[in-house]
């Protein structure tokens, strides 16, 4: 490890941090979106969810195949460059549909970022230093959750969501510049021998995909890293709404305790699991996916009673919590992924893991959520869907007091509902621990 191993990652963390930050603006004023807009929890949900997470997961392909061939900083500083101003680009959108679309360019633009971050950490760093390295760098996701929840929602609340959205893509374009004066794409496998033009030292995505496919350890890392998706973004997703609805808090302070449950304890759980992995896991595989099941298994039982104890302080300490243990996965897993993958094909491994992932997390959770909400907050008021839109949608200012306690009610159920899947994530990471000796190489 140099300098510029040091550079490199604290310069792709900041790429990662304002990725998330982002991400997160548009949760924590969907509220001041969906009156302004007219929209239902299931609409927010598809523009949180696969908006994003679709074109976020497929473009994440080819670019990855990209960074296998070519510079894998220049590549980044342009997706850096494009996902900045499609965020500014959300706060111009006038209706659901161009909304949706500024999401849409936000996903294409953040698609190159991970997978070439993760092949470069895994040229700049040892083996037997990678899952630390891996936590540093995921710590963008916690920081840029905190800032984009603590410094959107305070923007929203002095000059309006808007105008918030137009300051978004200010940083983003301050880093690229600063990315193509010192950003170095460091010489893949650790020598400057491995040549950026030579094409067929990549393996071919086919032969990649096909390995990943009769890697029983791998199909379990999916899915039940898929399922921890879900609830992270789940719940950093409709938390906001959540202590609006309930709690009655005004924006700022929504912001504040999202970012703080979000921000901080991701990356208490983030660092920690880097840790745990280095420690008790450097050189066996096996053992870091039992460290990510042992990581979530405390979640759901955190989320379900911090919800049902309606009370806000219980709420946001159990969730600061249940965060924690969700992000303690993430360095393991990861550090597993990039143990199952050749050294020229790390950037396509990365994509396939976070394509599945991102599908099924981002993708469809959001939605899901956002239906399950939108279904019981119908049932608790006693409306059919028309009659419900009629009552609580359409009309300018805030929704009528039943309607809002209605509204409430079903975000509670759909995250309830919610909680529970980490204790299935957990069993998929204890079956791949067992069968990481199917590993392909």
């Given at each position: ?34 009156t302004?807009?007219?929209l ?34 220049s ?50 760093f ?96 999916v ?60 050189g ?90 939108d ?16 009552a ?10 039943a ?39």
């Amino acid at each position: 490890m140099t300098a510029a191993s040091w550079q490199g990652l604290a310069l792709l963390t900041a790429a990662y941090t304002i990725s998330f930050i982002d991400r997160t603006a548009v949760s924590v004023v969907q509220d001041r979106i969906k009156t302004e807009l007219h929209l239902t929890d299931w609409q927010i949900g598809l523009m949180i969810g696969p908006a994003f997470a679709i074109v976020y997961s497929l473009a994440g392909l080819p670019l990855a195949r990209l960074a296998e061939r070519r510079n894998r900083a220049s590549l980044l500083s342009w997706c850096v460059a494009i996902w900045s101003a499609m965020a500014m680009a959300c706060g111009l959108a006038r209706d659901f549909v161009t909304l949706f679309l500024a999401r849409m360019g936000v996903g294409i633009g953040e698609a190159g970022g991970n997978p070439a971050s993760h092949s470069m950490i895994a040229d700049y760093f040892p083996e037997n230093r990678r899952a630390t390295a891996i936590a540093i760098y995921t710590l963008g996701a916690p920081l840029g959750t905190f800032l984009g929840a603590a410094g959107v929602g305070w923007l929203a609340e002095e000059i309006g969501w808007r105008q918030a959205f137009l300051l978004l893509g200010l940083p983003g374009f301050l880093l690229v510049a600063v990315m193509l004066l010192r950003l170095k794409d460091p010489p893949r496998h650790g020598t400057a021998a491995a040549s950026l033009a030579d094409a067929d030292a990549a393996p071919s995505f086919r032969a990649v995909l096909g390995d990943l496919m009769r890697n029983s350890a791998f199909r379990h890392l999916v899915w039940g890293g898929s399922l921890v998706v879900l609830v992270g973004y789940g719940l950093a997703a409709f938390l906001p709404a959540l202590l609006v609805r309930s709690y009655q808090l005004p924006l700022g302070q929504v912001g504040l305790l999202t970012g703080l449950v979000a921000g901080a304890g991701g990356a208490i759980g983030t660092m920690a699991g880097g840790l745990a992995g280095d420690r008790w896991g450097a050189g066996q595989p096996r053992r870091l996916a039992i460290i990510a099941a042992l990581a979530v298994l405390p979640a759901p039982f955190l989320l379900a009673g911090g919800i049902l104890s309606h009370s806000l302080e219980i709420l946001i300490a159990a969730s600061f919590l249940a965060m924690v243990a969700i992000y303690a996965y993430v360095a393991p897993a990861f550090a597993q992924v990039h143990a199952l993958a050749q050294a020229r094909s790390r950037a396509t491994v990365t994509s396939v893991f976070y394509l599945v992932t991102n599908l099924i997390g981002l993708g469809l959770g959001p939605p899901l959520i956002g239906a399950a909400s939108d279904y019981g907050a119908r049932r608790a008021i006693g409306l059919d869907a028309a009659e419900f839109a009629r009552a609580c949608l359409s009309a300018d200012g805030p929704p009528p007091p039943a309607c809002s306690a209605a509204g409430a009610t079903g975000m509670e159920s759909a995250l309830l509902i919610m909680s529970v899947l980490p204790l299935v994530a957990a069993a998929h990471f204890l079956v791949a621990a067992r069968r990481y000796r199917q590993r392909t190489t």
